[in-house]
Every structure is written in C-alpha cells, then in structure tokens.
C-alpha cells in the first residue's frame, strides 16, 4: 500500500499521539490528530499546546548506567521527535533531563502544525462510532466521559479506573529472606509470595507510623473521585479501624513461618510482579504517603530492612486499559484490527514511557497497513523490556509501570546491584544494536538528535 493514500486517525495529542504522529508522517501517512484542546480544557492543562506537561517537568535521567537513561538512547535511535523537542527546551538539572515547559510544548506544537503531512483537527472525538480508521486512541489519563463511555461499551466490561493503585516495587535481592520466607496461604499456589511476618508489637508500631506520616495531597479535580475497594490507599483502610489491615492485605490466615513453624500476629505479603522474580509488590500496599516516609515505613517491616525500591507506591486519577487482556501484541484492539492505542492509557507511568509507546505503536500501525510485521525489540533492551511488561503475560490486575531493573530479563548469574544495573545496560545496548540493523530501513533515525545523543554519551 502507499503510504500517501493512507490516512490515519490519531485521537489526543499529548506525548504519545504527538509522537506517532510524527512518526506516521515521515513515513509518508496523512495523519489527521482530533485535539479537544483549547476548545475544551482539561482540569490539568493550562494551555492549548500539543505535549503539555501538566505535572513533573522531568524526563528522568539520561545517565548512560541508568535505564530510564537507556531507553533515551535508544528511542534516540528510532528518531524521537518528543527527545529531540525535550532536548531543545533543556534546563539544568543535573543528569536528570529537565524541560521548560513552555519551550518544549510551543517546539512540539510547531514541528506537528507545520509538517506537510499533518493535519491537526480542533475537535472533541465522543465515540469510536465517529472515529475514521485505521485509528490510535493515545487519550491519556484525562479521557473525556464520553469517549470513556464509549470505550467502556467497545471493550464489553469494567476495564476503567478512575484511580491508579500503584503498589511498591521491590528488587528481589534486597529481601533478607533469613526472616522472610516463601509461601502461599494454606499452601495453594506455586510459591508467588514472599512473606514477612509481625509481631503484635511490630504491627501496632507499624499502624501508628503510617497514621503519623506525611501523604501527598489530592488535586481539586481528584477529590470527589470515589475509591474501589481493590485499590483503597492503605491509610484509608486504617480509617476503618486499627485491625483493619489484619483482617485485610495483613491477614496471617493460611501462613505459617517457615523458619520456626509459628503464627504471626499479621503478615505482609509480596507478590511476585514478573515471572523471573526478580521484583515483587507489596499486596495492598496502595498509597499516598509521601516517598521518604514510604521508604522509612516499610523498611520497618521484617525482613525489609534493607529493601531496595524498583518503583515507590502512588495513587492518583487515571483511566488505563488492562492491556494484557485487551490489547493484543500489535497494541491494537482484541476486537479491531485497525484500533490501536498508545501512551499512558496503554498502562504505563511517567511521559517518557508514554512517549516510547507511541514511538513503538506507530511501526506497529504502518506493518499493518503494509501487510507486514514489525518484530518489537527484544526484551534485553529497554524498549522490549516495557513492551513486554503490555504484553508478555495476561494479568486479572495490571498496575501501571515504568521502566525499571524489574522489568529486564535477568542475567544469567547473581552480582551485586551496582553490576548487575550495568551489565543489564550494556546487555541492552549490544541487544538493541543487532536488532536494530534487522529492521526496515523505514524504522531507523534520521540523525534528528545529534547534540542529544552525544550528549547521552558523555554523561
């Protein structure tokens, strides 16, 4: 198919759908983006700018030893106009990638008016029913009620969720699994739970903690948004009661310690958040505490004195798709072929992750429309790594991610943290290297970012 015959709808022109867009029209597509902004703003946004950032204005870091630097270098490869845009509008902030907002957004918003290929379309999309295909939803959190609706109706059952539970993830080899042992209540399962056991004492000091720490507090649009029960922050259930967790994620029924065959008072729970093992979340650990006193709270529980975090807790107003049960590989709807999705509403967390979805969605689209496959990168590499956190394995309850160590394969023998973090970077690289001159020509960079990347490189 010729690509210039071809139009595309993309709906929502935040990080996600601004990049695909972008990538779509150099391959030759018409695109046409439906942004309900300015018309109609969001509680979030300010302005009517295409890839306003509304919260943080930080990429992450761009350290070539970290991977939230790793998959900058390679969606520097794959030619990220969203990178190329955030490195333009740079502020100091030390390996960190900090952005002026407004520099970043106004430099978006030019490169994606002005493209020959792009058509940018002031309207509000309330259904698919109105949608032309091939499309991508790439929405965001903030979808409108009635696209939300209509997506609802698509998708056949309660797949929205106006909260993110966002439990704590924890790197496997921080546990001291000296206090700590491995089973299943009553002894069904397969091993998927680490338990830490508390005595009375340690339970009621541990409730009188998270009573005193600090939490974060709720926007103004956030606040009358309704808890569900399987999310419920973890200081709102000791509202109900000081025993509440006890009877609740901290039940002791069915565990008993492996180490001296007692009973604990309560237990706390982590269950395994990949198949390898490598990192765990804590059960019902939903919350609002603030990071330092996340860190500190936990770290009181037995056997996570020294617990290393992947990924801290949070709960916040969001709306994400299961992507594990609704999706399939192409990130393309279970029940439209020509429905595709990307960005946060795809279920991971943080702007660049957004960003990297887009970036894949986009060669998922043009090898579908070409009668083609596109081979996603391998998950040694960063960009596989998150890919497959979507779609490597079906999950009744899928929480958000972002890139982290957790999310790699892993190695094929034990280091420690500081090794293993590199080798997995340098594994990354060699991997993304072999599969990148594989792929068609179509999906290599065009040396947009040539102070970016030697800048990655030097850091």
């Not at 005193?212 to 009661?241: D, L, S, V």
Request: one cysteine or more; a negative charge.
């Amino acid at each position: 198919m010729d690509a210039g015959n071809q139009t595309i709808s993309i709906v929502g022109a935040g990080l996600a759908g601004s990049e695909a867009a972008f990538q779509l029209a150099q391959m030759g597509y018409q695109v046409e983006i439906y942004e309900m902004r300015p018309k109609k703003m969001t509680p979030a946004h300010k302005t009517g700018d295409l890839a306003e950032l509304v919260c943080s204005n930080s990429f992450g870091s761009v350290a070539h030893h970290a991977v939230s630097g790793q998959i900058k270098w390679e969606a520097e490869k794959m030619g990220s106009i969203i990178l190329e845009s955030a490195g333009m509008a740079r502020v100091p902030a030390g390996q960190a990638l900090g952005i002026d907002r407004v520099q970043f957004a106004k430099r978006v918003t030019e490169i994606i008016a002005e493209h020959p290929n792009i058509t940018i379309i002031p309207k509000e999309i309330q259904t698919l029913d109105e949608l032309p295909r091939p499309a991508l939803i790439a929405t965001g959190p903030l979808t409108g009620a009635a696209l939300s609706t209509s997506l609802l109706d698509h998708f056949g059952d309660d797949f929205l969720y106006f909260f993110d539970a966002i439990a704590p993830i924890i790197d496997a080899d921080s546990i001291d699994m000296n206090t700590a042992w491995v089973g299943d209540r009553y002894g069904k399962g397969n091993g998927d739970y680490i338990n830490c056991p508390l005595t009375k004492e340690q339970y009621y000091e541990f409730i009188t903690a998270i009573k005193e720490a600090e939490t974060t507090e709720t926007k103004e649009f956030e606040k009358n948004t309704p808890y569900f029960e399987g999310c419920m922050p973890i200081e709102e259930m000791i509202r109900r009661g000081d025993e509440t967790l006890r009877f609740g994620p901290l039940s002791p029924k069915g565990l008993t310690n492996q180490h001296n065959q007692e009973k604990a008072y309560a237990v706390v729970q982590l269950r395994k958040e990949n198949k390898n093992g490598t990192s765990y979340n804590l059960v019902g650990f939903q919350t609002k505490m603030k990071y330092g006193e996340q860190k500190r709270i936990i770290q009181m529980i037995p056997g996570l004195e020294n617990a290393s975090f992947f990924k801290l807790g949070s709960i916040h107003r969001n709306l994400y798709i299961n992507p594990t049960k609704k999706l399939k590989k192409t990130l393309c709807s279970i029940h439209d072929s020509e429905l595709f999705f990307a960005g946060q509403i795809t279920g991971v967390e943080g702007y660049f992750e957004s960003t990297c979805i887009g970036l894949l969605c986009a060669r998922f689209m043009d090898a579908h429309l070409q009668n083609q496959t596109f081979l996603p990168p391998p998950p040694e590499t960063a960009l596989g790594a998150l890919y497959g956190a979507l779609t490597s394995e079906e999950k009744d309850h899928f929480q958000p991610t972002n890139i982290n160590l957790g999310l790699f394969t892993p190695l094929d023998k034990k280091v420690k943290k500081r090794e293993k973090r590199d080798l997995i970077v340098q594994r990354a690289r060699q991997y993304f290297d072999q599969w990148f001159v594989e792929i068609p020509k179509t999906y290599q960079s065009q040396a947009f970012i040539v102070e970016m990347a030697d800048e990655l490189k030097s850091l």
